[in-house]
């Protein structure tokens, strides 16, 4: 019986199209993703990781069956409603056939078919990767070696984890099915699962909660990437992905809950017709006549129909549909997920390291978008819903009788979902002010969230409905509608990536951009509102257009429609159309004459192809010798309000070469369009020898060469003049409050090498050459030049900043004179003159907004006062004090231990949100307000205090950086990144708690891992990181912080002090007569370490190495009165990984590691009683110690100082007994 | 007021054609619409209520050209269709006001004043605030009635009202129909003949879209009085009768076959003359036009 339903159940599917369909869908998308560079699935393939490496099969499978999770639904909810929608359930359940093979053949019947289907998936990755070489187009993995073929790296993610989602989706999508009888309630289950996933994926932020993140996605998507996070590109490109560990777990956690679901139905599923639902039906109430109908008489009631009638049949109208959808259950359903998800992230939101942000309204706003996905759901259910509504229940030709005008009809609809869209929104501001009340935070900011949310979501919604309305009318099929929309993304999407990204194509283009506290919503607002009225327009017409062709009365052939809608073109219509069409190609024009006219526009190919031009035409001159700035002096006038500034004065350029030049290559800014308007040298003009005008590159001829060890002046003024709005990304860096611009707007010396592609895929993809990321630490030209670029060594600096009257303008040095004045335009303007005393690096900031000061002072060992200045955001007093601390523990701890600060005074000024860092300039730190400034540090015992340690971090490079630039080679970042942050980490450690020390440790670690995950070209030791964030940062504070712990804090921070004396203000024209390298810092760690520690500089520093530590085996027993022996039996392990991650065990040699014992305090933490450096020689290693309090846990490097993958293996928790042996 | 219909014609995208050279005048009072299923009916009086489109012809009421003034049609017009649905979750009242605003009664005063007679009249008063869900077939569709008669319409489709009333139900409405029926074009639709010899000054007989008969039923039934002839048959030899006769009607009385035949002279073989009913009308017209041919 059962064969025979499943059977059944195959039959009825082989027949229908849409099983074709499906496949088609999956196989298309699938064999698109692997032989095109437009459609794209997961992105974790490039660069080192092979595009049909077993780890991107694995991942791309898993993506694939959840992502269509639609396909799923469409098949397995429907196989029992099926029966009562088409009536046939008094037919099938009065056969023979049992309940159980009813429903399971069913069941299975179908999923077989699901399987079926998704067999697309690894069928289209195997065509895809054979044939896609012979393809008319190139795939991105065109000129790369691809790995062999191998049937099994397709076929196993596919087994293990893509049938497994499978049949999770599937029995609960049957479920919801066959249990509601209703389609809707399976829609809204594949919501609450893509919510699941959005939680787990929320969860994340927060590093403990990755095991329960992992177990929580019912798509095993988490397990995958958490199980995988730390597989470096050589695992990813050869290994399978078991099915192990908590991905095992994963997926028997939810296949075991999918069973419970299907044993559920069964017992749940009634094999009746007539249900007897939880609520009894209400039962018919008899007519109880109390008077006779024939006696009755209808009065006449006065009919009205003009423009008041219409306006009150509109509004009648729109509040039945609006209480109709609050009524649905499935809209109160994704309501209510939608919420709850909201309520989740807040839990999460804006973490650093852990750590919160205050939850100040801009940080809600951003929360509260996270409802978008949910209104979209909304706005496309809803608007085929209600353009269906009256023929869904087959109310539609007494409705289309009405002398109701046929405009009414289509904008009561549109009004009746405004409404609920204007309701939502105000919930959505009460969730958010719930939230900040729960935070305890009370400065609800409520004309910042109606501004928002009334808006730009709004207009969001608006245009969505609008476009929904035109595409349901115009399918006259409810699902065509729903799939058409659905290719509406699936298009806007890849014709983006096949590079038609002019916002004028892009639907409902125009952000609002990101909302600072200090500069609002600035200059977006222009861009937005002309944007808006464009697609407002557009949206406009499409209305028109459906309320012309909406379906009225019985017929709907396109031809019928056509006919009528000719009558429907009333005056008022087709003026409101005419109306539309004007705006639409007004807008359109203004817009494009703002975006291509006013500005500069290039799609990101020809971004591209700019680049490559530039190298390709310019790249000879790169290592020309040109003389170097050895003075600049400038006048700069900002204009916030414009956004514009011009800069006038001069550079003092010097040959320092033994030889004459007769040329000056300058660059100017082209990223910023920034325009020279006059350039010469020495007073005299110079001559204009060559130009390219598109790269901004002018060679020109001195009257007579520059002699070696000669001066000239060179007098310049440019000007940024922001005119209009851009088409993309607009300038957020010259804003109406909180500029913050540096020293490469100004003019540069000769070729630029940052303006290079840098990424070979892209080099690959443009016929050139891989390349480098930096020069070697042996190359001379490296050596002469230091980080901050090949323009100078140090410079004298002075300047003066002019700026809006309100305005406080900050450039490095020592304020002057300040004064106020009108500029030759006569407006009032506020002047600052900095100057330096000391020479310092060619790199420059200028800050102005309307600031708060608050102001301090720190006097050094040496009685030297230093001014403390922190220029803020009014509102954003939260952590002023905890920033003055550290910078004074800072000044106290660096000038004690490496030397003396070398200015009288520290600023730190706030900038607005758009970028998220802080910035160390001489005696001045631009601080960005997303961090730092708003972070909230609700318990000290427990969140790291992120603004104490950023502001650690940026005094440090007072001296690593300022103190000590180092050579632009291959490590640089050693020297001036992974310094400071060990000098920030050694404030921290004096004034933290070693737990917080810890678990900053554990993030710096974590984020080293994941980042060599995901290196694209190769990873590098960190004695040679290439600007790899993850090595000098995250490496860096593990390795520097075990050094210290390996050899004491007083050895490294001699080791500095002597390397600061011997190398300080380095250079060419230094004592040294070059820059310092890793290799010369390396040198003083070496001195300092102690012959039997010597191997950990090699084996942390000019390797990759990475430890396996585990304890086995941890047991005690009693000695005596209050001692205990504990014995220890742990494994040790130490890998070394080449630049792809590829790893090889390595002899252990004679090793140091920490062994520890833990005690159950007071208070029920663990705490330590016991931790010594123990000397390891082999894998196997036995220890006893003993301890004088009840021992609790214990295991070999407790605090996880080395790197070391499973962290978590290292500690075992006690038992009383004697060891195995 | 007159509905002067000529020379409508339909054929749907499948190929049938609804509606063959249809021309009708329909004066003020009742007028019977009388076919069986799918002869036309419904697409005939979908026509006349603006929700669709013939593909040739005109339809006139008074000096409102049906076609293309669907506006003004629609303020005087009461329609019930053949088959509707309900929102399930609304109750009686709330929807019938709810039309009754889209019908233009803007006056809550007298909206109440109406709807509440309407609800009385159709006998739904007191199941007024029960969700719609809940009723019966029967209640649904004198609900459907109510509708259809808010503001005084001039003009009333009412397409297969009957079906699904129950004898007592079916009395009321059509006593409620002949009520309004007075200064005011009532169309109705039915394949019951009782309902129009009972109702209808005016009638026609459409079979595959086209017209068969039109005129008053008493013209009808004066025009086969002493043609029809009945006869009871054993069951065994009727399909020799089959052949012999061209039947317009055959039905068991008490078991046996009883057939009426039409001929305008006594067909013997036991024939006896019986008076003819509009039922025979209407069968003459549908099954007998091709013995009236020959």
Redesign the interface.
């Given at each position: 019986m059962l064969k025979e339903m499943i059977r059944f159940e195959l039959d009825y599917r082989k027949k229908r199209p849409a099983t074709y369909l499906y496949f088609g869908i999956l196989f298309l998308l699938c064999f698109f993703a692997v032989t095109s560079k437009y459609v794209v699935i997961g992105g974790v393939a490039g660069g080192q990781i092979i595009e049909n490496s077993p780890y991107n099969l694995a991942f791309m499978t898993t993506i694939m069956t959840f992502a269509l999770t639609f396909i799923v639904s469409a098949i397995m909810g429907v196989p029992v409603l099926r029966d009562f929608e088409h009536k046939t359930d008094s037919l099938m359940f009065t056969t023979p056939v049992s309940r159980f093979a009813y429903l399971f053949g069913r069941f299975f019947g179908s999923f077989l078919v699901t399987v079926l289907v998704f067999c697309a998936v690894w069928i289209a990755f195997i065509v895809g990767f054979s044939i896609g070489k012979y393809l008319p187009w190139e795939p991105s993995w065109a000129s790369k070696e691809i790995l062999p073929f191998n049937f099994w790296h397709y076929i196993q993610p596919f087994l293990t984890l893509g049938i497994t989602s499978i049949f999770i989706q599937s029995a609960l999508y049957f479920a919801a099915g066959t249990l509601s009888r209703q389609t809707i309630v399976i829609y809204v289950q594949g919501i609450v699962l893509l919510v699941m996933y959005q939680v787990a994926d929320t969860m994340l932020e927060d590093l403990d909660n990755k095991t329960l993140a992992a177990l929580l996605d019912p798509f095993g998507m988490r397990a995958f990437t958490v199980y995988t996070e730390y597989w470096s590109p050589a695992e990813k490109n050869s290994q399978l992905v078991p099915l192990e560990g908590l991905l095992l777990w994963n997926r028997l956690i939810w296949v075991g809950f999918a069973l419970l679901v299907l044993a559920g139905t069964y017992w749940g599923f009634s094999f009746n017709v007539v249900r007897t639902g939880w609520r009894k039906?209400?039962a018919?109430?008899a007519?109880?006549?109390?008077?006779r109908?024939?006696s009755?008489?209808?009065?006449?009631?006065?009919?009205?129909?003009n423009a008041?009638?219409y306006l009150?049949?509109l509004l009648?109208?729109a509040l039945?549909y609006a209480r109709?959808i609050i009524?649905d259950v499935p809209f109160v359903g994704i309501v209510v997920v939608g919420l709850i998800n909201l309520i989740v992230g807040a839990f999460y939101f804006d973490k650093m390291y852990g750590t919160s942000s205050y939850p100040i309204t801009a940080n809600v706003l951003g929360l509260l978008n996270e409802f978008d996905l949910f209104f979209l759901i909304i706005a496309i259910f809803y608007s085929g819903e209600l353009i269906w509504r009256e023929r869904s229940?087959?109310?539609n030709?007494?409705?289309?009788?009405?002398?109701?005008?046929d405009w009414v009809n289509l904008v009561a609809k549109f009004i009746g979902l405004l409404l609920i869209y204007l309701g939502l929104l105000l919930v959505l501001i009460v969730v958010g002010m719930g939230v900040q009340a729960a935070n305890g935070y009370f400065n609800f900011e409520l004309p910042l969230y109606f501004q928002t949310l009334y808006t730009s979501t709004l207009f969001f919604l608006i245009a969505y409905t609008l476009l929904a309305f035109f595409v349901q009318i115009m399918a006259n099929n409810k699902f065509i509608g729903y799939a058409l929309m659905f290719v509406f993304f699936i298009v806007t999407f890849t014709i983006g990536a096949m590079g038609i990204q002019h916002p004028l194509f892009m639907f409902n283009s125009g952000s609002l951009g990101e909302y600072s506290d200090m500069n609002r919503y600035g200059h977006f607002v222009t861009r937005f509102s002309w944007m808006k009225l464009y697609w407002f327009s557009f949206v406009c017409i499409l209305f028109s257009v459906s309320v012309v062709l909406a379906v009225?009365?019985?017929?709907a052939?396109m031809r019928?429609r056509l006919?009528?809608g000719r009558?429907r073109l009333s005056r008022p219509l087709v003026t409101f159309t005419l109306v539309t069409i004007i705006a639409f190609t007004g807008t359109g024009f203004y817009v494009y004459y703002n975006t291509n006219q006013l500005n500069t526009y290039r799609t990101q190919e020809e971004e591209e192809q700019w680049a490559v031009d530039y190298e390709k035409t310019l790249k000879k001159f790169e290592h020309l010798p040109q003389p170097k700035i050895i003075e600049s002096n400038l006048k700069v006038e900002l204009y916030p309000g414009d956004r514009d500034f011009t800069a006038e004065g001069f550079y003092w350029l010097k040959n320092k070469t033994d030889r004459p030049m007769a040329d000056i290559h300058i660059q100017e800014d082209v990223v910023n369009a920034v325009k020279t308007d006059y350039l010469h040298f020495g007073g005299g003009e110079a001559k204009v020898k060559q130009q390219w005008k598109d790269f901004g590159y002018t060679i020109y001829q001195l009257p007579q060469p520059l002699a070696a060890g000669d001066s000239v002046k060179m007098n310049f003024r440019v000007s940024f003049t922001t005119k209009g709005f851009q088409a993309k990304g607009s300038n957020t860096s010259v804003v109406q409050n909180g500029t913050f611009i540096n020293n490469t707007y100004f003019p540069s010396i000769g070729y630029a090498e940052q303006a290079e592609l840098g990424d070979d895929d892209l080099r690959r993809k443009h016929k050139l050459p891989e390349k480098e990321r930096m020069m070697e630490q042996t190359d001379p030209r490296g050596l002469s030049q230091n980080l901050f670029g090949n323009d100078a060594d140090y410079i004298r600096f002075q300047m003066v900043v002019g700026t809006e009257p309100e305005q406080i303008a900050i450039a490095p040095g020592y304020l002057q004179k300040e004064w106020t004045g009108k500029d030759s335009t006569g407006s009032d303007r506020r002047y600052f003159h900095y100057q330096m005393d000391v020479p310092m690096v060619n790199f420059y900031s200028i800050v102005s907004a309307r600031y708060e000061v608050k102001r301090d002072k720190w006097v050094g060992p040496d009685g030297k006062a230093v001014n403390l200045e922190i220029y803020y955001n009014k509102g954003h007093e939260y952590n002023l004090e905890t920033m003055l601390t550290s910078m004074k523990k800072s000044l106290d701890y660096f000038s004690k231990s490496f030397g003396p600060y070398q200015y009288r005074q520290l600023r730190i000024m706030e900038f607005p949100r758009y970028s998220s860092f802080a910035q160390s300039f001489a005696n001045t730190v631009p601080f960005s307000e997303g961090i730092g400034f708003i972070q909230k540090i609700s318990d000290p015992e427990k969140d790291l205090d992120m603004p104490y340690y950023v502001t650690a971090h940026e005094i440090g490079h007072q001296w690593w950086g300022h103190q000590v630039p180092e050579a632009s080679v291959k490590g640089n970042a050693m020297l001036s990144e992974t310094q400071s942050q060990y000098s920030a980490l050694m404030v921290m450690k004096h004034t933290f708690s070693p737990e917080l020390m810890q678990k900053f440790l554990k993030y710096e670690m974590d984020k080293y891992l994941q980042g060599r995950a995901m290196e694209r070209k190769k990873e590098q030791p960190l004695v040679l990181t290439e600007g790899q964030g993850y090595i000098h940062y995250n490496k860096g504070s593990v390795i520097m912080y075990a050094l210290q712990d390996y050899i004491g804090e007083d050895k490294v921070n001699a080791a500095l002090r002597n390397f600061l004396a011997d190398w300080q203000y380095p250079g060419p024209d230094s004592k040294q007569k070059r820059y310092p390298t890793s290799r010369d810092l390396l040198g003083y760690f070496k001195a300092q370490t102690p012959d039997s520690l010597q191997y950990v500089i090699t084996d942390w520093f000019e390797n990759i190495t990475l430890y396996e530590n585990k304890t086995t085996e941890a047991s005690y027993t009693r000695k005596g009165d209050k001692q205990y022996e504990v014995t220890l039996k742990f494994t040790s392990e130490k890998y070394v990984a080449d630049s792809a991650g590829n790893e090889k065990p390595v002899s252990l040699g004679t090793q140091w590691v920490d062994v520890g014992v833990y005690t159950k305090g007071e208070d029920g933490k663990d705490k330590l009683v016991y931790l010594q450096k123990h000397k390891v020689t082999g894998k196997d290693n036995t220890v006893k110690v003993l301890v004088n309090a009840q021992p609790a846990k214990a295991g070999v490097d407790p605090i996880n100082k080395l790197i070391d993958r499973h962290p978590d293996d290292n500690t075992k928790s006690v038992i009383e007994g004697s060891p195995t042996t | 007021m007159q509905l002067i219909i000529q020379h409508l014609n339909k054929t749907y995208s499948n190929g049938v054609q609804a509606l063959k050279d249809v021309s009708l005048t329909i004066n003020q009072g009742m007028f019977g619409l009388l076919g069986p299923n799918g002869a036309g009916k419904s697409s005939l009086m979908r026509t006349i209520a603006t929700l669709q489109e013939p593909d040739s012809g005109s339809i006139q009421l008074g000096d409102t050209n049906v076609l293309t003034q669907k506006d003004e049609v629609r303020r005087v017009l009461g329609y019930l269709p053949q088959e509707f649905g309900v929102y399930p979750k609304v109750d009686a009242e709330t929807l019938l006001n709810h039309l009754a605003v889209l019908k233009g009664i803007t006056n809550s005063g007298e909206r109440k004043e109406v709807v509440k007679a309407l609800l009385q009249k159709t006998n739904l008063y007191d199941a007024r605030k029960k969700n719609l869900g809940g009723y019966s077939g029967g209640m649904k569709q004198r609900f459907g009635i109510a509708q259809a008669l808010l503001a005084n319409p001039k003009l009333i489709i009412v397409d297969e009202p009957t079906a699904g009333l129950d004898p007592a139900e079916r009395n009321r409405f059509l006593n409620l129909l002949s009520e309004i029926g007075e200064n005011t074009i009532v169309i109705l639709s039915t394949h019951i003949v009782e309902d129009v010899k009972e109702l209808c000054s005016d009638m026609a007989i459409i079979n595959k879209g086209q017209v068969l008969y039109k005129g008053s039923p008493l013209q009808a039934l004066s025009d086969i009085e002493g043609k029809i002839w009945e006869k009871r048959v054993p069951k065994a030899e009727l399909e020799a009768y089959r052949q012999q006769y061209t039947i317009i009607s055959e039905k068991l009385v008490g078991g046996t076959p009883v057939i009426h035949v039409m001929a305008d002279t006594d067909p013997g073989d036991g024939f006896v003359a019986i008076p003819g009913d509009l039922e025979d009308v209407y069968f003459s017209h549908i099954f007998g036009r091709q013995a009236v041919a020959v």
């Open positions: 039906a209400k018919v109430v007519d109880k006549t109390s008077f109908p024939e009755v008489t209808i009065p006449v009631a006065r009919q009205v129909l008041g009638s009150r049949m009648q109208q039945f109709m009524r229940v087959n109310f030709l007494i409705m289309d009788a009405l002398p109701v005008p009225r009365g019985s017929e052939a019928t006919r009528i009558l | -």
